[in-house]
């Protein structure tokens, strides 16, 4: 099944689709990219995730696999001859799970609403705060899973590839939502993973240029933003 056709619809900015494109670079595959225009979604995107109509969503064959958080381990077993993205022991697999759902709900579903949030709304210094300490919080599940430097250990995997668009976020997290990371001090463990994520070949192919994504990010607030 692994020889079908394999293509992703996907925008360049977007984080979820990085996690997409990081699994298929990690495991060898060649695909190809379908830039979607999420202000006219195609009728692709709207048939193969009537659900949520959102990217990314990959295509392998006639199968579609929506959302980043199914589409990384479906990668992993469907490729299964690369290494994995899951530890074989149920705990370790449970746990990388865990830091994966951690890393979506607390670290960017937090980010893009403060982002969002508009200066002087107290919600966004709340968002700032809860970011900062949920940053110590992933320092602690680093450590817990022995991370060097990845949660998965020598290469990536599930946890990792969910919190690595945050290495090409963070300077647009930063800037327009003001967020704040702790030091390499407080958190020596996150900062040695976004040094090693930076140097991951796949995401020289992943990650957009930091420039362009500040630029089209501030495009799109102001396109989506109320009056
Ligand atoms: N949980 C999803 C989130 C995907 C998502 O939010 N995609 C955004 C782009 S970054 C989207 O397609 N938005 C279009 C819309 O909301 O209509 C994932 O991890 O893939």
């Known amino acids: 099944m692994a020889t079908e056709s394999v293509k992703l619809l996907s925008v360049r900015a977007s984080p979820y ?12 595959v060649k695909y190809e990219i379908i830039e979607e225009d999420l202000s006219a979604k195609s009728q692709l995107l709207l048939e193969s995730n009537p659900v949520y109509k959102k990217i990314p969503v990959l295509l392998h064959g006639e199968k579609a696999i929506p959302d980043s958080l199914f589409i990384v ?9 690369h ?3 899951f530890p074989k022991d149920p705990y370790g697999r449970a746990m990388t799970n865990f830091w ?7 670290i960017f579903q937090l980010a893009v609403s403060t982002m969002k949030t ?17 940053f110590l919080t992933l320092e602690n599940g680093f450590t817990k899973l022995d991370a060097k430097p990845f949660f998965n250990g020598a290469t990536i995997g ?3 590839i969910c919190l690595a668009p945050l290495a090409a976020w963070l300077p647009v997290f930063v800037e327009l939502a003001g967020i704040r990371v702790p030091t390499a001090e407080k958190a020596p463990k996150l900062h040695k993973f976004l040094s090693a994520i930076r140097e991951h070949p796949a995401t ?11 630029a089209y990010v501030i495009l799109h607030l102001k396109k989506t933003s109320q009056p």
């Not at 689709?17 to 060898?28: F, Q, S, Y």
């Not at 508009?118 to 949920?134: F, H, Q, T």
């Not at 020289?204 to 500040?214: C, I, Q, S």
Request: negative net charge.
């Open 118 to 134: 508009k200066k002087g709304d107290p919600n966004k210094e709340a968002g700032v705060s809860e970011l900062y300490e949920n």
């Open 73 to 81: 381990p479906y990668v992993d077993e469907a490729w299964p001859e």
């Open 158 to 160: 599930y946890a990792d």
């Open 83 to 85: 290494a994995a993205f």
């Open 17 to 28: 689709a990085m996690r997409a494109i990081l699994a298929l670079e990690a495991k060898g």
């Open 100 to 106: 994966g759902d951690f890393i979506d709900k607390k």
């Open 204 to 214: 020289k192919v992943a990650f957009p240029d930091p420039d362009k994504l500040l």
